[in-house]
C-alpha cells in the first residue's frame, strides 16, 4: 500500500516521493527491481532539487546502471548534490 501511495504522489511530481519510489525501484523493495526506471525518478526528482536524487543517479551514470555509463554526467550531478550540502557527495 505504501508503495501504491508514493507512487500517487511521485506521479504529481513531488520530488521526496519520486526519491522513494526511485529507491524501492533500485533494490526491489515492494515492487519489482528496475534500474532504468529508478534512474527515470532519481532525474526527475534531481531536477527539481534533490540532493539526495542527485547523488543516486550519480552513481547510476558512474556505473553504468540503468543508464549507458558517463562519468561527465557523473561528476556534474555529483557537483550539484554537493553545492546543496549532500556529505556523501
Known amino acids: 500500500e505504501a508503495a501504491r501511495l508514493f507512487g500517487l504522489a511521485a506521479e504529481q511530481g513531488m520530488a521526496k516521493a519520486q526519491f522513494k519510489c526511485a529507491f524501492s525501484c533500485k533494490y526491489g523493495l515492494g515492487v519489482p527491481q528496475d534500474v532504468g526506471e529508478a534512474a527515470h525518478l532519481y ?37 550539484l548534490a554537493a553545492e546543496q550540502g549532500a556529505a556523501n557527495a
Open 43 to 79: 532525474r526527475l526528482a534531481a531536477e527539481q532539487g534533490h540532493a539526495s536524487a542527485q547523488f543516486n543517479l550519480a552513481l547510476l551514470y558512474e556505473n553504468g546502471k540503468g543508464v549507458p555509463r558517463d562519468v561527465g554526467e557523473a561528476a556534474g550531478l555529483y557537483r
